[in-house]
Each structure stands twice: as structure tokens, then as C-alpha cells.
């Protein structure tokens, strides 16, 4: 047996120790995450990930043939994607959008209230009805941090849905009581970003 | 006028004057970047919504009808919702899996080796295909971290890919230089987590 050969097989031997303590830990884990019911899941921070995950996971309920919901605060004037992709093969997911693009172009502080009442007027009706499985709430947390839907009533919707019904709130901020209130939140952090570096935001990619 | 009245309209002016600066702001971001190309993505970090935010990039790109890849390394024996989805409704994705399970559930080095290099066969054609506009190597991170594929061979093959291809990497770790590569950089950090609050993984949100 040559050398190399006697140091893959230790390399192998100490691999395999270390995954059977590592498979103890996980399935010990799984073992005592047992209560069943659907989340409630912040994706925040400055960094680039947060909407397009929410819509990574309206796939993954689609594939299960789950019901759900989108919808969509302050986005730009520009089409997405997504937005694209769910009207023209999604027909099944009801969809949304505020639709009065970025609180930086409107400038206007009365039109942006009576638009995110009317959209949040589309969502109550989601999170009271047992048939959705997923609601997506797009860029919701801005809503609340300009004061333009009250924080309480938000909340109050939230914490009073289907106990089976999972919701994706995505945006930066929110505020300590939705961070409280979530069962996940994940906070995604900006660490480098192509814009920065003079590079185009991309079509397929950044919307 | 009220008083109620006159602060309403303090606060609206004052909201449009900071508006306005913040459109100045963004728009000599957007002027500034110039630049066209695709970029190198790598999402990273202990939290949720990796994996979530690579398919959602994907359905943006399948909006606008991109040709995409999709690649996973290392995946549970279990299904998952996007897999279905992808498999089902989207047969112009090109879509691989590793399928050897979790390393701590192979527990064989030298099996997920050959496996890997399998898997990553199956990358390089993509890679080397201008025809690719978004290519998705899901979990490619725990390759590197193990030794599992060559370092210097992964970012030889990202960095000579394509000028007009976008690539999304994801996984935990990755290594300075992958991250040194990377365009744009989001790590994901886990604030909370349902699963750590005895909360099963949920269907169409998880997995």
C-alpha cells in the first residue's frame, strides 16, 4: 500500500466519522421539529436575494399544486420577470401589484397611502381564506416603515391567519414587532454588488 | 385649516423633498453603471433562502424566455417542490442532480468524489455554451469546501464562461476566492428559524 493510497483511505475513514456524528445531529433535529403549521417568514436586509427567493418559493408550492397568492408593493414602472413569467404560465396564482413604481418617483406621500390601502384591500380577503397555502407579500415591510398601512392592522392580519397558511413578507426594515411576530427571518446582507461596480442591473437576473 | 391638516401637509412635503432627493440619488446610479454584461452571483450564509433565490431567477429569466441550466449538487433523497415544478412545466430547462443524498447521509468520500466530478461533466458543456443566458449551480459551494471538485478548476471554468452568461452559485462557505470572483455577493444570515422552534420543514416554503 503506497503512501498516498494509506493517507486517502485515513481521509476517507475520518470523513466518514465526521458525517455519522453530523447525521446524528440532523436527524435528531428533524426528530424534534414536530409540530406542523404554516410559517410566517421575513426575508429582509439590503442585499440582492429577497424577492426573487419569495418567488423561488412560489415555484416550490406550485410544484405541489399548493394554492397561492402574490402580491406586490411598490415596484417599478419597468415589467419583471416574474411578473412576466406568472401572468402569461401561472394563470392559477392570483397576483397583484400596487403598481404606482417606486416611492421616489411618485413623490407623492396621499397617492402612495390610498394606493397601499387599495392593494392591502386585495390581500385581507388571502389571509382569511384557508385555500391559499402561500401568500407572498412583495416589498410589504416599505408599508410599514413609511407609515402608509397601519403597523397594528398589518400585524393583527398576519398573527390572525390559517393556522396551515404560510406567508413570505419580503423588504428591508419591517420593524422589531414583525421580526418578533415571524417564525424565519432570514436577513440577507449586501456583502458586494455588481451595480456598484458600474455593471448593468440585468434582465433574467436583478428583474 | 386644522391643525390635523396643516401637519398632513408638512409631512407630504416634506416626504416629496425627501423623495426627490433619493430619486437624484438613484438615478446617478443607474447612469453611472454602464457596463453590460453577465455577472457572477454567489448567494451564501447560514440562513434561509438560497436555494429559494436561484429559482426565483430562474422564473425571472424564463419570463423573458433565457435559456437556462440548472444544476444541484447534493440533495436530499426526498422530492423537493421546484425539482417537480421545473421537471413538469419547464422541459426547456436543462436540469441535472447529483442525487447521492447529503454527505452525511452517503458517508463515503470517495463515492461523492466520482459522483461530483459526474455532476460536474455535466456543468461544463453549460459553461462554455454562449447559448446559456442564466446557469444555476445549486449547493456547487460544499464541492469546493470538501475538496470534493478541484477550486482551481471551478473558477477557471466560471471565470472564462461567456461574457453575456449570468451564473448563480449557492451554498454555505465557498472560499475567499470564489467570493473574490463573485460580482455580486449576498450572504444570508439566519436571525431565526422556525425548524430551531420545533417547527416541521413545510412543504412548498422549505423544500
Known amino acids: 500500500m503506497s ?13 466518514k466519522a465526521t ?8 436527524d435528531a433535529a428533524i426528530e424534534a421539529a414536530d409540530t406542523e403549521r404554516g410559517v410566517l417568514l421575513l426575508l429582509t436586509g439590503n442585499g440582492k436575494g429577497k424577492s426573487s427567493s419569495a418567488f423561488g418559493m412560489v415555484m416550490r408550492a406550485l410544484g405541489y399544486g399548493h394554492r397561492v397568492g402574490v402580491v406586490q408593493f411598490i415596484k417599478g414602472q419597468q415589467l419583471s420577470g416574474e411578473e412576466i413569467y406568472v401572468r402569461d404560465h401561472c394563470p392559477q396564482v392570483a397576483f397583484h401589484q400596487m403598481g404606482t413604481g417606486f416611492t421616489w418617483n411618485t413623490q407623492d406621500r396621499s397617492g402612495d397611502i390610498a394606493a397601499a390601502e387599495a392593494t392591502w384591500a386585495k390581500v385581507e380577503p388571502m389571509l382569511t381564506d384557508p ?7 412583495d416589498e410589504l415591510t416599505y408599508m410599514i416603515g413609511y407609515s402608509y398601512l397601519d403597523e397594528q392592522k398589518v400585524l393583527d392580519a398576519l398573527a390572525n391567519r390559517p393556522r396551515e397558511q404560510s406567508v ?3 423588504g428591508r426594515g419591517g420593524g422589531s414587532a414583525l421580526r418578533e411576530l415571524a417564525d424565519t427571518v432570514s436577513e440577507i446582507k449586501d456583502i458586494k454588488h455588481a451595480f456598484k461596480a458600474g455593471i448593468k442591473a440585468r ?5
Chains 1, 2 share one sequence.
Open 203 to 207: 434582465k433574467g437576473v436583478d428583474y
Open 19 to 26: 458525517m455519522q456524528k453530523q447525521k446524528a445531529r440532523v
Open 131 to 137: 385555500s391559499f397555502d402561500l401568500v407572498v407579500l
Open 3 to 15: 503512501d498516498d493510497t494509506r493517507s486517502d483511505d485515513a481521509k476517507a475513514e475520518r470523513h
Open 168 to 170: 413570505v413578507v419580503t
